[in-house]
């Protein structure tokens, strides 16, 4: 089954922290000094907040899937909407390991694919793979840390 996930930069993580908690009714499933993520089953989503100085706003979007095999359909479904691909395995990243695949849409949001292997006691190295826009009309900004 898969779960969207979306990925928020914050300047202020406690402040960030109340008020989602108090939007979803429900306190992050994993937090950190510099991270935090809620897994919903209503909505059945994967959202995450990090204070790593990045500026605030929407850092990337996602589809986390459960095997292997998902990963494969979503990996297929990205390369059948003629999107560039890039993969990744055994990423380091968002207190997780993971297999996972970035591509960029037409307005330059960087979306991952991802299957989380294991949990990590860090944030982690990983950084947004940058791959080229299906537009020339549209690059993306850079981005770091993702997840």
């Known amino acids: 089954m898969k779960r969207l996930h979306v ?11 109340a008020f989602y908690s108090a939007l979803f009714q429900a306190e992050p499933t994993i937090r ?11 909505p059945r989503v994967n959202f995450a907040i990090s204070a790593r100085g990045r500026a605030p706003g929407l850092d990337h979007l996602g589809i986390q899937v459960e095997s292997d095999d998902e990963l494969g359909t979503v990996r297929a479904a990205l390369t059948a909407a003629e999107l560039p691909v890039a993969a990744q395995q055994q990423a380091a990243c968002c207190y997780a390991k993971s297999d996972k695949y970035w591509t960029v849409d037409p307005q330059g949001i960087a979306w991952e694919a991802f299957h989380s292997l294991s949990a990590i006691p860090l944030f982690g190295d990983d ?3 940058r ?3 299906v537009s020339n009309c549209c690059q993306p900004s850079e981005q770091g840390d993702p997840s």
């Not at 990925?7 to 922290?17: F, G, K, Q, Y």
């Not at 950190?32 to 089953?41: C, F, G, R, V």
């Open 131 to 133: 791959v080229a826009p």
């Open 7 to 17: 990925h928020l930069a914050v300047d202020d993580l406690d402040r960030n922290i």
């Open 32 to 42: 950190h000094a510099d991270y935090a993520k809620w897994l919903l089953e209503d």
């Open 127 to 129: 950084i947004v793979i």
